[in-house]
Nanobody, 121 residues
């Protein structure tokens, strides 16, 4: 059993910052790629950023220069530092990880339940 739990969401004013965290727990033999996606009300889920096991990162164009993804392999945690937030960043943010568990062949993609970020004055 693997569980991902996000934290750090909330209400912030335009131009402000938030740091999201997502910790994995359970049967974790090895954690491959990690990432963040978001889904605004009435819209499809979209990529925010990803980070590979060796630290290579990828960002959606609208997040480049404002958001930073990082990971702590000891804590099995992925972070998303969000700066210069805009009202259009309002969404539910989901973390995802590709995890290999003991006794299970191959990696599986797991998702957290999401944390709400609201950018408003």
């Amino acid at each position: 059993q693997v569980q991902l739990v996000e934290s750090g969401g909330g209400l912030v004013q335009p131009g402000g910052s938030l740091r999201l965290s997502c910790a994995a727990s359970g049967n974790l033999f090895y954690v491959n790629g990690m990432g963040w996606y978001r889904q605004a009300l009435g819209k499809e889920r979209e990529l925010v950023a990803t980070i590979t096991s060796d630290g290579s990162t990828n960002y959606a164009d609208s997040m480049k220069g404002r958001f930073t993804i990082s990971r702590d392999n000891v804590k099995n945690t992925v972070y998303l530092q969000m700066n210069s937030l805009k009202p259009e960043d309002t969404a539910k943010y989901y973390c995802t990880m590709n995890i290999i568990s003991s006794g299970i062949l191959g990696g599986r993609q797991y998702w957290g339940k999401g944390t709400l970020v609201t950018v408003s004055s």
